[in-house]
């Protein structure tokens, strides 16, 4: 054992550190700290207003940060006859039942006091003793790395036990202070990953007007259907032709390549893409995300086509700028209907009224201007996904107390 530090049910921290239970976090001369919403009989949509006492549902905490865009409501003496189930600002809700159980987040210092669905829980942090903004990120972690699956009971759906919840241990620093400095530093990176995360949002945005600009029909454009100026193949069932020593991607229907996914470069049911391609799924579940999503072949004999995947081939003309005006089209998603999984057809893609400038150099400025765009976002999601992960180092460090803050 290293020295200044010692072994725990919960694996070794430092010396000084303390192992305190959920329950022993919270005031200990208050009632209701840890408390779930009213069982399902005493909160119905019959008690639901337009207004009142705002619900605060597990929903609004499943990412790790407290976000609601709209509320239901109860009245003020339904929520007098439920008070234990009360909630205030400042509090930690969490997620008591579904796959997302145990997601928590803190409740905006400044928000209503307000009462729980049946499938939330809030937990009231003693903060004369305890970080509460440590303790949400350390509640957080341990939801995301599945620690609290041994907290979940069994039943139709996944729910987590309160019992064994209030039971549950955690280590900390001795001292408020020391909580608070190490709260403070995951505080000030999960502010840059926000704010980054806005910057994507705006880029996309700004994206999005712009490609409804640049690829709106002006005058002296021709419109054509898409079957006069390409040249179109559907993919191939590789179900038999895996082969993790092959030679070929294969592109589905979510675009994943992983290392199981791989063709042979023999087998007859190999279907190549070549550079300039562009795919197109076919087939969706409805309301799904994938139908008609595209895919811009980067290089020559690096893919094979799946099934319900077809390959589109420009005859002349920018295959980037044929890449912006199909990607995720209207005209292909107006085949779903909501009801039923969408299978487009051959002759449902090559009917497709296609518009574009009457030459190449007008059509490749459009896709430079749309790709540049697209690499300044994929650059900021990159750096997103760098600050993602050297707050996760950092955490792992300061909860553990290999790194000391005070």
């Given at each position: 054992?290293?020295?200044?530090y010692k ?7 430092p ?14 001369n ?12 005493n909160?119905?949509t019959?008690h639901y207003?337009k ?21 239901l409501?109860?009245?003020l003496?339904k ?10 600002g ?12 145990g997601?928590s987040?803190?409740?905006p ?10 499938n939330?829980?809030?937990?009231t942090?003693d ?8 303790i ?6 341990h ?13 139709a759906?996944p ?7 209030k039971k ?11 909580q ?5 530093v995951l ?11 806005k910057?994507?949002h705006?880029k996309?945005?700004?994206?999005q ?8 029909p ?5 419109t054509?259907t898409?079957?006069e ?5 559907n993919?191939?069932?590789h179900?038999?032709s895996?082969d ?6 294969v ?19 190999i279907?190549?893409l070549f550079?300039g391609?562009?795919?197109i799924?076919?087939?969706d ?8 999503k ?7 004999n ?12 420009p ?5 980037s700028?044929?890449f ?21 057809r051959?002759n449902?893609i090559l009917n ?6 009457p030459?190449?150099s ?8 749309l ?16 600050q ?10 300061l ?6 803050l005070?």
């Amino acid at each position: 054992m290293v020295e200044g530090y010692k072994n725990t049910e919960v694996g070794v921290i430092p010396e000084d550190w303390v192992l305190f239970t959920i329950e022993e976090l919270t005031p200990k001369n208050k009632k209701y700290n840890i408390v779930d919403g009213p069982f399902g009989s005493n909160l119905k949509t019959i008690h639901y207003r337009k207004s009142g006492i705002p619900i605060i549902t597990s929903g609004y905490v499943t990412n790790g940060k407290f976000y609601a865009n709209e509320y239901l409501y109860v009245d003020l003496e339904k929520f007098k006859q439920e008070k234990r189930s009360a909630v205030k600002g400042g509090d930690i809700v969490m997620a008591k039942i579904g796959e997302r159980c145990g997601a928590s987040a803190i409740l905006p210092e400044n928000h209503k006091v307000s009462i729980l669905s049946g499938n939330a829980l809030k937990i009231t942090i003693d903060e004369n003793y305890f970080s509460k903004q440590l303790i949400s990120q350390i509640l957080w972690e341990h939801h995301v790395n599945g620690n609290f699956e041994i907290l979940r009971t069994t039943g139709a759906q996944p729910a987590l036990s309160m019992a064994n919840l209030k039971k549950y241990k955690i280590p900390l620093p001795p001292t408020k202070a020391e909580q608070t400095a190490i709260a403070n530093v995951l505080i000030d990176a999960d502010a840059l990953i926000t704010q980054l995360e806005k910057l994507i949002h705006k880029k996309k945005a700004i994206k999005q007007g712009a490609m409804q600009e640049l690829l709106k029909p002006k005058e002296g454009w021709e419109t054509k259907t898409l079957g006069e100026l390409v040249e179109f193949s559907n993919g191939k069932a590789h179900e038999q032709s895996i082969d993790k020593n092959g030679n070929y991607t294969v592109v589905n229907s979510k675009f994943v390549s992983t290392e199981g996914a791989i063709a042979k470069y023999s087998n007859q049911n190999i279907s190549p893409l070549f550079k300039g391609d562009i795919t197109i799924v076919m087939s969706d579940i409805p309301n799904g995300k994938a139908l008609a999503k595209c895919f811009l072949i980067d290089k020559d004999n690096k893919y094979t086509l799946n099934q319900r995947i077809g390959s589109i081939r420009p005859i002349e003309g920018d295959s980037s700028y044929y890449f912006y005006q199909l990607n995720r089209n209207k005209y292909f998603l107006a085949f779903d209907s909501g009801s039923g999984q969408t299978n487009m057809r051959k002759n449902d893609i090559l009917n497709c009224p296609f518009s574009l400038p009457p030459t190449l150099s007008e059509q490749s400025r459009i896709a430079e201007i749309l790709s540049d765009m697209d690499i300044e976002i994929l650059k900021l999601e990159d750096k997103l996904e760098k600050q993602k992960q050297l707050k996760q180092g950092m955490m792992q460090s300061l909860l553990t107390g290999k790194i000391r803050l005070v």
